[in-house]
Nanobody, 119 residues
Framework: QVQLVESGGDSVQAGGSLRLSCAAS????????MGWFRQAPGKERDGVAV???????RYADSVKGRFTISRDNTKNTVDLQMNNPKSEDTGTYYC??????????????WGQGTQVTVS
């Protein structure tokens, strides 16, 4: 059973900052890529940032230079630091885990989401 729990969503002013966190069990965390996705009302769920087990990262072009994904392998958490958020960053943010441990396995396990509103 995969269990991912997001926290940290809030309403923030444009230009402020926010930090999201995703907690997972050690069994469900260690060898897998982890990521953050988001979904605005009426829009598709889209990737925001991904981090591999050895801490390689990729970001959506829209958040490069503003958001930072990180993982703490002691706490079994994956965070998303959101600096200078914009109104278009508003949405429900989901933590995701890779389906398998191979590099080509997709991210497909999801948490319940946490709401971020930028005004």
């Amino acid at each position: 059973q995969v269990q991912l729990v997001e926290s940290g969503g809030d309403s923030v002013q444009a230009g402020g900052s926010l930090r999201l966190s995703c907690a997972a069990s050690a069994y469900n965390y260690s060898p897998y890529c982890m990521g953050w996705f988001r979904q605005a009302p009426g829009k598709e769920r889209d990737g925001v940032a991904v981090i591999s087990s050895d801490r390689r990262t990729r970001y959506a072009d829209s958040v490069k230079g503003r958001f930072t994904i990180s993982r703490d392998n002691t706490k079994n958490t994956v965070d998303l630091q959101m600096n200078n958020p914009k109104s278009e960053d508003t949405g429900t943010y989901y933590c995701a885990r890779q389906l398998g441990g191979r590099w080509y396995d997709a991210l497909g396990y999801w948490g319940q989401g946490t709401q971020v509103t930028v005004s």
